[in-house]
T-cell receptor, first 115, second 111 residues
Framework: DTEVTQTPKHLVMGMTNKKSLKCEQHMGHRAMYWYKQKAKKPPELMFV???????INESVPSRFSPECPNSSLLNLHLHALQPEDSALYLC??????????????FGSGTQLSVL | LAKTTQPISMDSYEGQEVNITCSHN???????ITWYQQFPSQGPRFIIQ???TKVTNEVASLFIPADRKSSTLSLPRVSLSDTAVYYC????????????FGAGTILRVKS
């Protein structure tokens, strides 16, 4: 199984809502990532979990809250978002073997619209 | 982190070979070079990875000169379905997995 599964595929939320994005992988990977991608732009790194601990936070606003309940699951909790947060949110995983040859495996993303 | 520079866009015709070059002047000793392909509204997909010299797989070749300051992705005999954005990543960086995308190259294949 080389899949990263993201749910939901589409999400529309108001600025006062609380929602969560979910990501799951069963490849035994020990690093998991959240990227944000605006239209016609490259993916922008948000968070990295390594061995279930938050290792990288790219100065993301606190209205985005990541969580890694176990080695297979990654969540992104959303609260009080702004319309400019509308984007494709991508989850990825990698082995994190320490050899340097990391390869990212991506899910198909959640297309988020904030009204 | 090693910054990457790629052409913004390239046009080609079906059946031609396409070469996309990525510049990464400050690549670190432990960094690998990895290329990804992305179609609209999908996550990027791994194409090929290398450290030095030449790597070939069933879809592409990757050429890396001795100084490793650049790399070239070669796509043989492209088809319309190869129209996509291609990203060159250099990493893993000092944390071991800070994998940051550059601007990418839009490849348009025409019939």
């Amino acid at each position: 199984d080389t899949e990263v599964t993201q749910t939901p595929k589409h999400l529309v939320m108001g600025m006062t809502n609380k929602k969560s994005l979910k990501c799951e992988q069963h490849m035994g990977h020990r690093a998991m990532y959240w990227y944000k991608q605006k239209a016609k732009k490259p993916p922008e790194l948000m968070f990295v979990y390594s061995y279930e601990k938050l290792s990288i936070n790219e100065s993301v606003p606190s209205r985005f809250s990541p969580e890694c309940p176990n080695s297979s699951l990654l969540n992104l909790h959303l609260h009080a978002l702004q319309p400019e947060d509308s984007a494709l949110y991508l989850c990825a995983s990698s082995r994190y073997s320490g050899d340097g040859d990391e390869k990212l495996f991506f899910g198909s993303g959640t297309q988020l619209s904030v009204l | 982190l090693a910054k990457t520079t790629q052409p913004i866009s390239m046009d080609s015709y079906e059946g031609q070979e396409v070469n996309i070059t990525c510049s990464h002047n400050n690549i670190a000793t432990n960094d690998y070079i990895t290329w990804y392909q992305q179609f609209p509204s999908q996550g990027p997909r791994f194409i090929i990875q290398g450290y030095k010299t030449k790597v070939t797989n069933e879809v592409a070749s990757l050429f890396i000169p001795a100084d490793r300051k650049s790399s070239t992705l070669s796509l043989p005999r492209v088809s319309l379905s190869d129209t996509a954005v291609y990203y060159c990543l250099v990493g893993p960086g000092p944390y071991g997995n800070k994998l940051v995308f550059g601007a990418g190259t839009i490849l348009r294949v025409k019939s």
